[in-house]
């Protein structure tokens, strides 16, 4: 069975600051792989995804993600983080199309903190 | 374009009373689910449909039943509530880019 693992439960980062938050999946082929935000009270939105093709892709907000088949990772990567991101931060993946079994399996989550 | 909504946003319950969430998608996606989200659990499974008239268990979907009538609706039902069932629970559609409704909050006493 597929699964996701977020080895980082908290993190805090300083405003400005880098920002890489890690995902790893365990598949036999290359699933599908999502990163999505999720802010106090909200739903989650979806950050980016990467399907096939360039390795590294770009989302909204700034955000991006490099795929690594040899790692099976797909880490999350911000340049300068604002306040405005602190959320919880999630990974899932999705097995490539199979007649009714797309479902996402979802990492358990990172918070992000930011302080001034 | 609304995208997913769900009714209600929040409720509370009584164990062993019951109540019906509602989903409803404007996008004409095939596929639509129900998670809860518990937390350190992230988000599991509960049942999904891979279209108008199908339904399928999830991860977790014991104590929950589900009917997709129309396509753009999937109903989520506790027919008898009880304290382990207190839980945020999202609905998306999709299937691979799945865009989530706002959740509805649900408390059982």
């Known amino acids: 069975a597929q699964s996701v693992t977020q080895p980082d439960i908290h993190i805090t980062v300083s405003e400005g600051a880098s920002l890489e938050l890690r995902c790893n999946y365990s598949?036999?082929?290359?699933?599908?792989l999502f990163w999505y935000v999720q802010s106090p009270g909200q739903g989650l939105q979806l950050l980016l995804k990467?399907?096939?093709?360039?390795?590294l892709v770009q989302g909204i907000k700034g955000f991006e993600a490099e795929f690594k088949r040899s790692q099976s990772s797909f880490n999350l990567r911000k340049p300068s983080v604002h306040w405005s991101d602190a959320a919880e931060y999630f990974c899932?993946?999705?097995?490539?199309?199979?007649?009714?079994?797309?479902?996402?399996?979802f990492g358990t989550g990172t918070r992000l903190t930011i302080i001034p | 374009n609304a995208g997913v909504t769900q009714t209600p946003k929040f409720r509370v319950l009584k164990t062993g009373q019951s109540m019906t969430l509602l989903c409803a998608q404007d996008m004409n996606h095939e596929y639509m689910y129900w998670y809860r989200q518990d937390p350190g659990m992230g988000l599991r499974l509960i049942h999904y449909?891979?279209?108008?008239?199908?339904?399928a268990k999830g991860e977790v979907p014991d104590g929950y039943n589900v009917s997709r009538l129309k396509k753009q609706n999937f109903l989520l039902g506790l027919e008898s509530a009880a304290p382990s069932q207190t839980s945020v629970y999202f609905c998306?559609?999709?299937?691979?880019?799945?865009?989530f409704g706002p959740g509805t909050r649900l408390t059982v006493t």
């Open positions: 449909s891979v279209g108008e008239g199908t339904t």
């Open positions: 598949y036999g082929a290359t699933p599908y």
């Open positions: 990467y399907f096939s093709g360039d390795t």
């Open positions: 998306a559609s999709g299937p691979y880019e799945q865009y």
């Open positions: 899932a993946v999705v097995a490539r199309p199979n007649f009714g079994n797309e479902k996402l399996t």
